[in-house]
């Protein structure tokens, strides 16, 4: 089955497995965080990318990286910022116009650890199309797909354009199966999307757990193996 779309059964069996929690979840995410009046005032502006001027640029990429309102932005996020509003006036055309719109974008903006913002900024120009996608959208999606597909060979983190294709083709699958059986409760992508990274975080904060329980007993074990050894 490799990377095939999720048929319908597939969908559906994940729209039961995420249903009972799914309120839960995607009302954990963060708005304090990400303010949706940002989000849609961006989203908005990219309807017309030749226009979009350096302050959206810099408002699009403060609120994807959770920056908003902070007083002190990472050096690295400043200098990808005044790259982006240098570069897009001049390249606007080819990343709407060109076929593949995401190499533009990836030329451009490019690098080893850009692909997340990359992927972001083809969101916003292509938004019914491409989903937004990050660390823990990506990780729920791959632990949701296991639970349907058991051979299904998880990567950890995102990297390539195909990852952004298997997003959006697993919101798509979903919302479909969701809408046809249960219209009147199906959600959003949007809503999906805010789920997803809820749940793709709380699977991190488990394995954390998990990880820090099983270090604890292993120095445990091993404080009472030297015990051990100093009373015989």
Same mark, same amino acid.
Do not use: C
């Given at each position: 089955?490799?990377?095939?779309?999720? +048929?319908?059964?597939?969908?559906? &069996?994940?729209?039961?497995?995420?249903? $009972?929690?799914?309120?839960? /979840?995607?009302? &954990?995410?963060?708005?304090?965080?990400?303010?949706?009046?940002?989000?849609?005032?961006?989203? !908005?502006?990219?309807?017309?990318?030749?226009?979009?001027?350096?302050?959206?640029?810099?408002?699009?990429?403060?609120?994807?990286?959770?920056?908003?309102?902070? $007083?002190?932005?990472?050096?690295?996020?400043?200098?990808?910022?005044? &790259?982006?509003?240098?570069?897009?006036? %001049?390249?606007?055309?080819? /990343? @709407?116009? @060109?076929?593949?719109?995401? %190499?533009? =974008?990836?030329?451009?903006?490019?690098?080893?650890?850009?692909?997340? @913002?990359?992927?972001? =900024?083809?969101?916003?120009?292509?938004?019914?199309?491409?989903?937004?996608?990050?660390?823990?959208? /990506? !990780?729920?999606?791959?632990?949701?797909?296991?639970?349907?597909? $058991?051979?299904?060979?998880? !990567?950890? @983190?995102?990297?390539?354009?195909?990852?952004?294709?298997?997003?959006?083709? /697993?919101?798509?699958?979903?919302?479909?199966?969701?809408? &046809?059986?249960? +219209?009147?409760?199906?959600?959003?992508?949007?809503?999906?999307?805010?789920?997803?990274?809820?749940?793709?975080?709380?699977?991190?904060?488990?394995?954390?757990?998990?990880?820090?329980?099983?270090?604890?007993?292993?120095?445990?074990?091993?404080?009472?193996?030297?015990?051990?050894?100093? !009373?015989?």
């Amino acid at each position: 089955m490799g990377s095939e779309p999720l +048929s319908d059964v597939e969908a559906w &069996q994940i729209v039961q497995a995420i249903k $009972p929690r799914f309120a839960e /979840f995607a009302s &954990q995410y963060d708005t304090k965080k990400y303010w949706p009046d940002v989000y849609e005032r961006v989203s !908005r502006a990219f309807l017309e990318p030749k226009q979009v001027g350096p302050a959206t640029l810099r408002e699009a990429l403060l609120w994807k990286y959770g920056h908003l309102g902070k $007083p002190a932005i990472p050096p690295a996020h400043e200098r990808l910022i005044s &790259q982006l509003q240098r570069g897009w006036p %001049g390249s606007a055309v080819a /990343f @709407t116009t @060109t076929a593949d719109s995401f %190499g533009a =974008l990836d030329r451009e903006f490019g690098g080893k650890t850009r692909f997340v @913002t990359v992927a972001f =900024l083809l969101h916003l120009l292509r938004p019914r199309e491409v989903p937004i996608i990050d660390q823990h959208n /990506f !990780r729920a999606v791959n632990a949701l797909m296991v639970e349907v597909r $058991p051979s299904w060979a998880i !990567r950890r @983190t995102p990297s390539r354009y195909g990852d952004v294709v298997l997003i959006a083709s /697993f919101m798509t699958a979903v919302i479909e199966a969701w809408s &046809q059986r249960e +219209s009147n409760t199906a959600p959003s992508r949007r809503d999906l999307d805010k789920f997803l990274m809820m749940y793709g975080k709380a699977i991190k904060a488990r394995s954390n757990k998990r990880l820090h329980l099983s270090a604890a007993a292993v120095v445990s074990s091993g404080i009472e193996a030297s015990a051990s050894g100093r !009373r015989k």
